[in-house]
């Protein structure tokens, strides 16, 4: 899997629903704070109980996600995981592992939280894609 350029993370993100209310300027902004992480099959990504210090896009690969009364779903490309803990500050419900070579891009959160309360328009972008998923 080849390094993603910047021009590449940006129209990734872009596509990412979780950004899709975001401008372009936004989503650069959202992009410069994101690192590349490669991670090989059956890595573990966090577990239940875990911190919740980040957000993650699957880029290419699959992850695996199962909470502890044995549901689980998988996060493929343009798919998000993780989000739901950093905003409520809650502990990680599900663990994450990876079910194939993947490539992710992760957003640590308190990196994220600085951004957002520099940038309001982003904040609203994210508030109009988490209440149309709530409908």
Known sequence: MPDLARIETVVF???VDLFSFCK????????AIA???RLPEGE?????????????????????LEAPDG??????PLATFGVKEI????????TATTAAET???AIEAEDFFDLLSHNI??????????????D
Request: neutral net charge; hydrophobic residues 40%; aromatic residues 6%.
């Open 44 to 64: 573990r990504v966090f577990r239940e109980g875990d911190p919740s210090d980040g957000l993650y896009c699957v880029v290419q690969g699959r992850v695996d």
């Open 121 to 134: 328009e982003i904040v609203r972008a994210l508030f109009r894609q988490l209440l149309r998923q709530a």
């Open 87 to 94: 905003l409520s500050g809650r502990l990680r419900t599900e």
């Open 13 to 15: 993100l872009q596509s």
């Open 24 to 31: 372009a300027e936004e989503v650069l902004r959202i992009a």
């Open 35 to 37: 690192q590349e992480q």
């Open 103 to 105: 490539l992710v891009l």
């Open 71 to 76: 549901s689980s779903w998988s996060a493929g």
